[in-house]
C-alpha cells in the first residue's frame, strides 16, 4: 500500500504533550472519545535531533548507551517547552511500512499566531535540517543563523554536553546513605504502574526505579516482550497508571530515597503540588502496604487518612469496601475502653497484669506485637549449634520453660520488668481477639507509661515483632505505623532479634530437689546476701525466686514467722484447700510487694523437701518484718536465734498493740528522718581560657588567654627559624614519644608536634602539642624542633575532662553530644575552674564568659548527655543542678529522652539502654 500524499492544507488537530522522546519526536494525546484518550508518537518533519542515549539491556549496544552531544539538551528543551502544553498539530506524511507519522508542531491559541516548534529548535541549534517532502528554505535559513552565531551544537564545546548516565548502582544503600533522606531533584522518565517510576537523579545522572513508599496501586505482570499481559491485570490498574503518568510523566519532582527493595529503591515522590502517593490513596487508586510505611518521611498520618477517606466514599478499590467491626472494641464503654491501671505483673514478652483504679486485675496483652518465638530465629540457632539449654538437673526430667528457654524471651520480659513493675500505664482498647480452640480471648491493646508507647520501646530493641495483617484486617494497633518505623530501625541497626547473638540462659530448676538443694546449701550460706528477682508467690511466706548470678531458680520460706496458709485451687490430683485466716490477705500483700521485683535474698537452711529457709530483702525491708509488722504473720520460736529476732519482736509488739488483722488495730509513727547539713564549700577559682579541641571521648584542649603572648611569640620564632633555615625533606626520622615540628594539612604551617604512633606507608601519627588536635601526615612532613629559647616551653593546649557529665553509649547520639560541644565552644572565651580529680585527671566546668552559662549543664538540658553522680558534699549543689536540668530534657524528650529514661535504675523509662 503506498503512503498517502500529504493534504494540499494542513489539517491541524488539537491534542497535549504527553511524553517529549527526544528533540525531535513527541507522544500526543489527541481528544478522548470515551475511553483512554488515544495517541500518537509524531517526529517534527525535516529536522534531526542529536540521538539520546538508550540504556544498555538485551541488543542495545555499548555505544548508543551514550549520548550525542547536545541529544539532553534538546530533549530538555523541547521537554519544558511542551510538556502537558495544549498544542495544534498536522501530520505532513506518513513513512510506508513503519508507520511514523511527520508533522508540524504549533505552541499557541490558534495556528496563525502560534510558535511553530520545529523552526524553534533548529534557531536554537539544536537539531539540523535534511532533505524533506516540503519546503525547508525557512528551517535552512535559520539553521544558517545558528551556525553564524555558533549555537547549540553547531558551537566548539561539544564534549561537554554529553551526559555520563549511570545506568546501575552495584550498592544500591549506599545511594541511599549518600543523600541522607534529603529531597533531590528528578525527571519521572517512564512510569510502569501507578505507584512504580523510572526517573533520572540531577545533575548527577543516577537512572532508578521507585517504588513509592507506603502503598501500592494495582499492577500488572509484563510479558517476554516487556509489555503489559493482559491476563495479568488487575482492576484499575490501567486507570491508575493513567493518573500517575499524566501527573508525573517528564515532570520535574523532588524524589526522597527512603530505603531499598533488591535493586529497587523506595522513596516519595513529591511534586509541586503534594505528595502524589495521597492523592492516588484518595482518588481510591492505591492503599497502604505496611512494609514500606515505617520508611515514609513525612509519617503515616497522612497516607492512612487518605486511604481512609477513598474507603468511605468507596471509591475504585474499595467500590466492594465493607469496614469490619473491631471484635467486642465497639461494645466496651468509655472506661472500659480507655483506663489508667497499676502494672503487677509482666507475663512473657507481650502481656501485662494491670490493676485497675476499682482494684479488679485485667490482663491485657500489646496490640499487635508479636513476642520472641523458637522458630522464628530460623537458622541463626543452629549456626550457633545451640540446643535449647536445659533449665534443670539432669535428675528430674527436662522441662522446657518458655522464659528461659526461648531466646530474647527473657531480655523481653526483664526489659518490661524493670521499666513497668508498680508504675501506672495508659491503656487503650484496640481491638478484641476472639477466642480460639486453644487461646482465650485477648484484649489486645496500646500501653503507654509517661507518654511512651510500650510496644514502641520493645520493638525498637529489637525484643519482639510486628505482627503482619491482611490488607483489609482493620484489627491492629492505633499506632501500627509507629511500630513499623521502630522495628525498621531495629533491622536497620540488627539489635536483638534482627542481630547474629543469639543469648542463651542455662538455667537450673532446683525447687523441691533435696539432694540439690543440700549441695548448693554451704555455697547459699557462704555467699550472704544475693541480688534475686521474685519469679511466682504461692502464699505469704512461700516464694520461687530466681538467682540471676548463679542462675538458680528456687523456693525460698520466709524464716523467723509463721504466715498463715493461703487457698489453693484443686487439681486432677488433689482436692482444693480452703484459706487460713488471713492467708489470702498475706498473699496478696506478699505479692503486691514482691512479685517480679528485684530483692536480695539470704539463705540460712533448707527443709526436708529441698526448700531454702531464709530472708528476702525488698527495698532494704525484711519482708518477713513487714508481714509481722501487718499482722498477717506471728514470730516463730525458730527467730530467737537470728540477728533479726528484736525487729520481729517489735513488729509483733506493734501489731498486736493495734489490734488489726490476726492481733488488734493502731496506727503506724514513722521517725523523721532530718537532712544532714552540707557544711563543705565548692572552690570557684575560674580561668579564662579558649577551647582549641574536642576529642571523640568528651575530652577538651585548651589555652589559657594570659599565655596567648607567649604562644604568638612562639609562633613567631619558630617560623622565622624555619624560613630561615629551612629543613631537608626526608632527613628527619620519627620517634614514638618525640617532639618535633610538624606541618599541618590545614594551612601547611609549621607546628610543635608530638610523635604519637609510627605507621605504615612512612606515616605518622602527631598531636600539635599547642592546640591539642591531631592528625596523620607523612613523615616527609615532620622535622627537627629548632634549637630556639621558647622551644622548650611547655605545651600550650592542656587537656581536662569535661566535669559532672559523661557521653551516651549510643554511637549516634554520642556524635550529636560531641558536635554540639564542638559547635558551643568554637568561639569566644570561656571560665574554666576545676572541680574534682580522679586518678590525677582534672575534671572541669567550662561556663561562657559572656552569658556566664555551663557549656556542660546546657548540652544536658537539650538531652545530649547523662550526668555523673558525683557524692562530693561540696558538689551537690553543681549535682542537683545539672540533674534538674536532666529532669528538664526527660520531660521533653529531647534528644537521648525521646524513647524516655534510658539510665539503669528503676524508675527509667523506654527507647533504648545505657
Known amino acids: 500500500m503506498s503512503a498517502p500524499q500529504p493534504p494540499s492544507t494542513p489539517q491541524f488537530l488539537k491534542g497535549i504533550v504527553k511524553q517529549v522522546l527526544s528533540g525531535d519526536s513527541i507522544i500526543i494525546r489527541g481528544q478522548p472519545k470515551g475511553g483512554p484518550p488515544p495517541e500518537r508518537q509524531l517526529n517534527f518533519s525535516n529536522v534531526s535531533a542529536p540521538r539520546l542515549a538508550r540504556r544498555p539491556a538485551g541488543n542495545v549496544k555499548i555505544e548508543d548507551a551514550k549520548d550525542e552531544p547536545w541529544a539532553w539538551e534538546a530533549r530538555e528543551f523541547v521537554r519544558k517547552k511542551l510538556i502537558g502544553k495544549d498544542v495544534w498539530f498536522c501530520v505532513d506524511y506518513k513513512v510506508p511500512g513503519s508507520g511514523r507519522e511527520y508533522g508540524v508542531v504549533i505552541l499557541g491559541k490558534d495556528t496563525e499566531s502560534g510558535e511553530n516548534i520545529t523552526e524553534t529548535i533548529v534557531s536554537e541549534g539544536l537539531a539540523s535540517v535534511r532533505e524533506g517532502k516540503s519546503d525547508i528554505a525557512r528551517l535552512q535559513e535559520l539553521e544558517e543563523k545558528a551556525k ?34 534529603s529531597p533531590v531533584a528528578a525527571v519521572i522518565e517512564h512510569v510502569r504502574d501507578g505507584s512504580t ?30 509489555k503489559p499481559d493482559p491476563a495479568s491485570k488487575e482492576p484499575f ?36 503540588n503534594g505528595n502524589i502517593a495521597e492523592l492516588l490513596l484518595k482518588d481510591g487508586f492505591a492503599r497502604c502496604i505496611d512494609w514500606s510505611m515505617g520508611f515514609v518521611t513525612n509519617g503515616a498520618e497522612p497516607l492512612r487518612t487518605s486511604e481512609k477517606f477513598a474507603k468511605e466514599k468507596k471509591l475504585r478499590i474499595w467500590k466492594d469496601y ?123 491493646c496500646t500501653v503507654k507509661s509517661d507518654g511512651i508507647n510500650v510496644g514502641e520501646a520493645l520493638v525498637t530493641k529489637g525484643l519482639a515483632t510486628v505482627v503482619r495483617y491482611r490488607q483489609d484486617d482493620d484489627q491492629r494497633a492505633s499506632d501500627y505505623d509507629s511500630l513499623l518505623a521502630a522495628e525498621a530501625k531495629a533491622q536497620k541497626t540488627g539489635k536483638g532479634l534482627h542481630g547474629k547473638d543469639i543469648p542463651t540462659h542455662h538455667v537450673i530448676d532446683i525447687t523441691g530437689d533435696a539432694a540439690k538443694a543440700k549441695q548448693f546449701l554451704p555455697y547459699f550460706q557462704r555467699a550472704g546476701k544475693l541480688p534475686a528477682v521474685v519469679e511466682f508467690v504461692a502464699s505469704g ?69 529441698g526448700n531454702f529457709i531464709g530472708w528476702l530483702w525488698i527495698e532494704g ?29 517489735i513488729a509483733e509488739d506493734n501489731a498486736k498493740a493495734r489490734r488489726e488483722k490476726i492481733w488488734t488495730n493502731w496506727e503506724d509513727t514513722k521517725d523523721e528522718v532530718k537532712p544532714e547539713d552540707d557544711k563543705s564549700e565548692r572552690k570557684y577559682e575560674p580561668k579564662s581560657v579558649i577551647v582549641t579541641e574536642v576529642t571523640p571521648e568528651l575530652k577538651i584542649f585548651v589555652q589559657f588567654t594570659a599565655d596567648g603572648d607567649k604562644l604568638e611569640a612562639l609562633m613567631n620564632d619558630l617560623r622565622r627559624e624555619l624560613r630561615e633555615k629551612p629543613p631537608l625533606s626526608g632527613a628527619y626520622t620519627p620517634k614514638k614519644g618525640e617532639l618535633c615540628v610538624a606541618r599541618y594539612s590545614a594551612d601547611n604551617e609549621w607546628y610543635r608536634a608530638k610523635v604519637e604512633k609510627l605507621l605504615p606507608d612512612q606515616q605518622v601519627a602527631v ?79 567550662l561556663a561562657d564568659d559572656k552569658k556566664k552559662q555551663d557549656v556542660g549543664q546546657t548540652l544536658v538540658r537539650e538531652g545530649l548527655l547523662l550526668v555523673e553522680n558525683r557524692k562530693e558534699r561540696r558538689l551537690q549543689k553543681m549535682v542537683k543542678e545539672f540533674k534538674a536540668a536532666e529532669n528538664e530534657a526527660k520531660a521533653k524528650h529531647l534528644n537521648i529522652w525521646e524513647y524516655g529514661d534510658i539510665t539503669q535504675d528503676d524508675a527509667r523509662e523506654f527507647g533504648m539502654s545505657r
Open 322 to 444: 465493607q469496614a469490619s467491626q473491631l471484635s467486642g472494641v465497639h461494645a466496651l464503654k468509655g472506661k472500659d475502653k480507655e483506663f489508667v491501671g497499676t502494672v503487677v505483673e509482666c507475663i512473657n514478652a507481650d502481656a501485662l497484669s494491670v490493676k485497675k483504679p476499682d482494684g479488679t486485675l485485667q490482663k491485657i496483652f500489646l496490640a499487635s506485637i508479636r513476642p520472641p518465638r523458637q522458630e522464628a530465629l530460623g537458622d541463626k540457632g543452629a549456626e550457633k549449634g545451640a540446643e535449647r539449654p536445659a533449665p534443670v538437673t539432669a535428675e528430674k526430667p527436662k522441662v522446657f520453660r518458655p522464659l528461659y528457654d526461648i531466646p530474647f524471651m527473657y531480655e523481653a520480659r526483664e526489659y518490661m520488668r524493670k521499666k513497668l513493675i508498680g508504675k501506672k500505664v495508659n491503656v487503650t482498647v484496640d481491638y478484641i481477639q476472639p477466642a480460639s480452640q486453644t487461646f482465650p480471648e485477648k484484649l489486645c
Open 197 to 226: 517510576v523510572r526517573a533520572f537523579l540531577l545533575p548527577s545522572f543516577h537512572y532508578i526505579t521507585v517504588m513509592m513508599s507506603g502503598i501500592r496501586c494495582p499492577g500488572f505482570k509484563l510479558d517476554s516482550e516487556g
Open 237 to 272: 490498574s490501567e486507570e491508575a497508571r493513567y493518573f500517575t503518568e499524566s501527573r508525573l510523566l517528564q515532570r520535574d519532582v523532588e524524589i526522597v530515597l527512603e530505603s531499598v527493595n533488591n535493586q529497587n529503591y523506595v522513596g516519595s515522590i513529591i511534586h509541586p
Open 541 to 609: 511466706s512461700r516464694l520461687r525466686v530466681y538467682v540471676p548470678r548463679e542462675t538458680r531458680l528456687i523456693t525460698l520460706l520466709l524464716a523467723g514467722i509463721n504466715c498463715p496458709r493461703a487457698g489453693r485451687a484443686g487439681t486432677a490430683s488433689s482436692g482444693a484447700t480452703e484459706a487460713e485466716p488471713f492467708g489470702d490477705e498475706a498473699l496478696a500483700f506478699t505479692k503486691e510487694l514482691c512479685h517480679q521485683r528485684e530483692v536480695e535474698v539470704e539463705v540460712d537452711a533448707i527443709d526436708k523437701a
Open 148 to 181: 553564524s552565531a555558533q549555537k547549540g551544537k553547531w558551537g566548539t564545546d561539544n564534549e561537554s554536553h554529553v551526559r555520563n548516565i549511570i545506568w546501575q548502582v552495584e550498592n544500591p544503600r549506599s545511594l541511599v546513605d549518600k543523600f541522607g533522606r
Open 767 to 845: 598531636l600539635f602539642v599547642d592546640y591539642g588536635n591531631r592528625e596523620v601526615i607523612k613523615s616527609a612532613k615532620c622535622a627537627v624542633l629548632p634549637s630556639i629559647p621558647c622551644s622548650n616551653l611547655p605545651p600550650f593546649a592542656k587537656e581536662y575532662n569535661l566535669g559532672f557529665v559523661t557521653l551516651p553509649t549510643d554511637e549516634d547520639y554520642a556524635q550529636e553530644a560531641i558536635y554540639a560541644l564542638k559547635h558551643d565552644t568554637a568561639e569566644g572565651t570561656f571560665l574554666l575552674n576545676v572541680e574534682y580529680k580522679n586518678v590525677g585527671v582534672e575534671y572541669v566546668s
Open 621 to 649: 525491708k525484711n519482708l518477713s518484718v513487714a508481714l509481722v509488722e501487718e499482722g498477717l504473720a506471728q514470730v516463730h520460736f525458730s527467730a530467737e536465734k537470728t540477728p533479726y529476732f528484736r525487729p520481729l519482736q
